[in-house]
């Protein structure tokens, strides 16, 4: 998530590479992962046309509500097959501070839809 985060900032719009999805000991995946353009919440509330995600919780709000999101997609190949249908993909919504929202999970025959109910940020401690 870290390179992830970094390669969004620095306007890249491809990333790609082997990741460990921790199902069982051999899931290492090809995946392939494409970054929109960044945006802010405050810029797509001005820009109707744009997709937005939904912010219907405060303390949701709160966390996330001014930060820069990019909309990435992430398609998961399955190793030695890089090519044709990914064996699943992911989408989602990644704001500038790490935090992730509206998140989909396509596995093809069917999809899972998530998104933040509830959210808590901490203050760091001076230490």
């Not at 219907?56 to 097959?81: D, R």
């Not at 933040?116 to 230490?127: K, N």
Request: net charge negative; glycine share 8%.
């Amino acid at each position: 998530m870290k390179a992830l985060l970094e390669a969004a900032r620095a306007g890249k719009r491809q990333l790609s590479g082997q990741v460990f999805d921790g199902t069982s000991d051999a899931d290492y995946y090809q995946v392939v992962t494409s970054i929109g353009a960044g945006t802010s919440n405050e810029a797509s509330r001005r820009n109707r046309s744009a997709a937005k995600p939904r912010m219907p919780i405060k303390s949701v709000e709160a966390v996330i509500g001014k930060a820069t999101w990019w909309p990435v997609q992430m398609s998961y190949f399955a190793p030695g097959k890089n090519e044709g249908l990914p064996e699943f993909e992911i989408a989602f919504h990644l704001y500038d501070n790490g935090v992730s929202n509206d998140l989909v999970i396509d596995y093809g025959a069917f999809a899972l839809f998530a998104s933040l109910q509830q959210i808590e940020s901490y203050t760091l401690p001076d230490c």
